[in-house]
């Protein structure tokens, strides 16, 4: 942490408080109004009916935190836009009458970003190497989004980082007979490994092919 004047700190966290007492007015406000609404610290989720009803709202919400409480909205982050097309700490909703819980595409996209740049890192590693790498990133990952109600991008995802990682031996079996025996040994006939060592084509194509 980079050292900062005397007392420099302490006035950082009381203005952040501050504006969070500050935020607790604005709860009362959304309350009075009768409005549904998410908030955790400056994130704030607010639900109404209809696309001018929440034209309106965003309007008058901007003017009184403005006018009210002093606080200035980031215009680039606020808008008017269906649940599903938004997201709140990392969540979004699917578009069902019945809406279900899931994970925003920009949080997978994040996660699979950190996947790669760690595995760029860990080439030459061993593969026990490169899980024991990856596993504190998932486990905290999807404990954080352990309420998703829409499974099949944790599948998905769960594939995803297999390929990778058969990707990976691929990458270090260097030779088209080192990896005939290698995939010999994950079950391929003999005919099939042979083939599949010498077709040409990448890891990424063949981490995922039929057998």
């Not at 740049?117 to 790498?133: C, D, N, P, Q």
């Not at 040994?185 to 039929?210: K, T, V």
Request: net charge positive.
């Amino acid at each position: 942490m980079p050292a900062f004047p005397k007392g420099v700190r302490a006035f950082f966290l009381c203005a952040r408080q501050g504006a969070l007492t500050l935020l607790t007015d604005w709860d009362r406000e959304l309350e009075k109004r009768g409005l549904a609404f998410c908030r955790y610290a400056d994130d704030c989720n607010i639900y109404v009916r209809s696309k001018t009803a929440g034209q309106k709202l965003l309007a008058g919400m901007t003017a009184f935190l403005a006018e009210r409480l002093k606080l200035q909205v980031n215009e680039g982050k606020s808008t008017c836009g269906r649940p599903w097309a938004r997201k709140f700490l990392g969540y979004s909703v699917t578009a069902h009458r019945q809406a279900k819980l899931r994970i925003a595409p920009e949080s997978l996209q994040r996660l699979t970003g950190r996947i790669k740049e760690l595995m760029r890192k860990g080439r030459g590693r061993s593969l026990t190497h490169t899980i024991a790498v990856l596993n504190p990133v998932l486990r905290g990952w999807i404990g954080y989004f352990q309420h998703t109600q829409s499974k099949t991008p944790l599948e998905e995802l769960d594939g995803w980082v297999r390929r990778r990682l058969r990707c990976l031996l691929w990458r270090q079996a260097k030779s088209r007979a080192t990896r005939t025996v290698m995939l010999r040994r994950q079950g391929l006939r003999e005919d099939h490994a042979w083939r599949s060592a010498r077709n040409g084509q990448g890891p990424w194509w063949n981490r995922g092919a039929p057998p």
